[in-house]
């Protein structure tokens, strides 16, 4: 499952790098990753229950949660930190169906344009993982299947994240 993980990781980087979305050094932010067992957790119930039919949103919402987690850490962490489920803090706001709306307008501010590229750009992430699971030929309903799907929430959350920040200022340099 690491090297499937790892596979991951890197086409989703190459794919986001491409787009100048993203940077060469991922940057790194311990709280926001920190965060990921809880939402994942969280989540499981209705990203599984929505995967069969939505595939794509059912991947893609866990990087607009990702966006919405590095944002929410710029600005009134010491807030959102002490929330007891930060997911459900988040979907409850519109509802599963309309949390990424509710993400791109009321925690990331995007319009026009920005909104669409966006939806664009995580679309297609999804459907880039979306495919790469497929390939994978695991047995639904198995252990490896739900791992993998696991796998594929993680690194869109983590490239979630990886977007948001650098799209605050934030640029892993070498000194």
Same mark, same amino acid.
């Given at each position: 499952?690491?090297?499937?993980?790892?596979?991951?990781?890197?086409?989703?980087?190459?794919?986001?790098?491409?787009?100048?979305?993203?940077?060469?050094?991922?940057?790194?932010?311990?709280?926001?990753?920190?965060?990921?067992?809880?939402?994942?957790?969280?989540?499981?119930?209705? #990203?599984?229950?929505?995967?069969?039919?939505?595939?794509?949103?059912?991947?893609?919402?866990?990087?607009?949660?990702?966006?919405?987690?590095?944002?929410?850490?710029?600005?009134?962490?010491?807030?959102?930190?002490?929330?007891?489920?930060?997911?459900?803090?988040?979907?409850?706001?519109? #509802?599963?169906?309309?949390?990424?709306?509710?993400?791109?307008?009321?925690?990331?501010?995007?319009?026009?344009?920005?909104?669409?590229?966006?939806?664009?750009?995580?679309?297609?992430? &999804?459907?880039?993982?979306?495919?790469?699971?497929?390939?994978?030929?695991?047995?639904?309903?198995?252990?490896? &299947?739900?791992? #993998?799907?696991?796998?594929?929430?993680?690194?869109?959350?983590?490239?979630?994240? &990886?977007?948001?920040?650098?799209?605050?200022?934030?640029?892993?340099?070498?000194?």
């Amino acid at each position: 499952m690491e090297q499937f993980e790892e596979q991951l990781h890197k086409d989703l980087h190459q794919f986001l790098l491409s787009m100048k979305e993203v940077d060469d050094r991922l940057p790194e932010c311990p709280d926001v990753e920190d965060k990921w067992e809880d939402i994942v957790k969280a989540y499981i119930p209705d #990203g599984i229950r929505e995967f069969q039919n939505f595939p794509s949103a059912s991947l893609g919402w866990m990087m607009y949660i990702g966006m919405a987690v590095a944002r929410m850490w710029d600005i009134e962490w010491e807030i959102y930190s002490q929330l007891p489920d930060l997911y459900a803090y988040i979907r409850d706001k519109r #509802g599963y169906d309309n949390m990424d709306e509710y993400i791109r307008e009321e925690i990331l501010l995007l319009k026009g344009a920005d909104y669409i590229v966006l939806e664009n750009v995580i679309g297609e992430c &999804a459907s880039r993982v979306y495919n790469a699971l497929m390939h994978q030929r695991y047995e639904p309903g198995t252990k490896e &299947a739900f791992n #993998g799907y696991i796998a594929c929430l993680h690194q869109l959350y983590l490239m979630g994240a &990886a977007m948001q920040l650098k799209m605050m200022g934030y640029h892993m340099e070498k000194m």
